[in-house]
């Protein structure tokens, strides 16, 4: 099934669930718990997710998607203001991106 | 999220560009962790290098250790490190107290290194270093944060305020970081410094408190530049682009 799933192209509810479960596991499951984590939640003021933390989540999501989208390298090209507006739906958009031109 | 052991321990590692001849090795500096170098710096350099950034014992997610943060654990650290890691001969690169780490492994082992940057470490004799290294506590961490972390933009929620409060906590209370960093403070002194003959380049914020330790550092290693650059301490943080255009130029030729 896992197999199926990762070829398979996501929609946005199932990329937010993915972004959801992978930032539960990066900041535990009590934090998550107290938090209302919409697509427009930011990582750094409303997740509070500070830059290693961001790091262990950049990491999960390259080693879901492998190849097929080459998330450290768009973070790359931020500069800190947009690094701290980062939010949630700005990756579902840039991972659909990177889906539909595959 | 790659976790290699050496000596025994957990230690947290990052690599880009595994496949390219040379490679940078990224030290940050205390109460910090790799991802100073992860998102703007690694990249750029990760054009031209194969770079290796790596958390400090205690620091990011790297394993706790009580003991041993004196530079010269701290470069047999780095040392074996490089074994684990099988690599030869590195260009390398540290910022603040990683600049020390990284001037003291060109001290101790110049056969593992190519050319050495130095970015805002700081004079560990200096009083203000010693200061906040002396008077650590939570009222301290607040104070620091709501007035100096300004100039890196990033305000601490409640969440990571008690974070980086435990880390501090360990690392002041339960760790011998205190006693070994007040060893170190006639570090500038140490006369092998002078014998340093690595080509180096000295980066340091132009308001920076620091800038008088990169003029020292200057005047002690021969083939050393200082490049005093707009900002202060946070110059990796304030410009991270420019700071990683200038390191790559200066490796690749």
């Known amino acids: 099934m896992d197999a199926i799933v990762k070829t398979s192209k996501l929609n946005n509810d199932e990329i937010f669930g993915l972004m959801k479960q992978f930032i539960t596991e990066v900041i535990g499951e009590e934090f998550v718990e107290e938090m209302d984590i919409t697509p427009q939640s930011s990582f750094t003021k409303d997740l509070e997710m500070d830059s290693i933390e961001i790091v262990s989540f950049s990491e999960k999501i390259k080693a879901h998607f492998g190849e097929q989208i080459d998330f450290t390298g768009w973070l790359s090209a931020m500069d800190l203001d947009q690094l701290i507006n980062l939010n949630l739906e700005m990756i579902i958009n840039y991972i659909q991106e990177c889906q539909s031109s595959k | ?191 092998e410094i002078n014998a340093v003959k690595k080509d180096t380049l000295l980066l340091y914020g132009a308001s920076s408190n620091c800038l008088q330790a990169g003029k020292q550092l200057n005047k002690m290693i021969h083939r050393s530049d200082l490049i005093p650059l707009e900002g202060d301490h946070n110059i990796p943080i304030q410009e991270p682009v420019m700071i990683a255009e200038i390191v790559s130029s200066f490796f690749k030729n």
């Open chain 2, 1 to 191: 999220m790659p976790v290699i052991k050496v000596n025994n321990r957990d230690v947290h590692i990052q690599e880009l560009n595994k496949g390219a001849a040379e490679t940078v090795l990224l030290v940050h500096g205390m109460f910090s962790n790799l991802s100073v170098y992860y998102f703007n710096i690694a990249p750029v350099l990760a054009e031209h290098f194969h770079v290796v950034m790596y958390d400090l014992k205690s620091h990011g997610m790297s394993e706790r250790v009580l003991d041993g943060y004196d530079l010269d654990s701290m470069t047999d650290d780095l040392y074996a490190l490089m074994d684990v890691l099988n690599l030869d001969k590195v260009h390398l690169a540290g910022y603040s107290f990683g600049g020390l780490i990284a001037l003291k492994m060109a001290m101790r082992f110049p056969q593992k290194l190519r050319k050495l940057v130095i970015i805002e470490a700081p004079d560990p004799s200096d009083a203000r270093t010693r200061g906040i290294i002396e008077e650590y506590s939570r009222e301290f961490l607040e104070h620091y944060v709501a007035n100096f972390t300004d100039t890196t933009k990033v305000k601490m929620g409640k969440r990571q305020m008690e974070r980086n409060h435990r880390m501090y906590e360990y690392l002041f209370y339960q760790t011998s970081i205190k006693q070994d960093m007040i060893r170190e403070s006639g570090f500038f002194k140490e006369t």
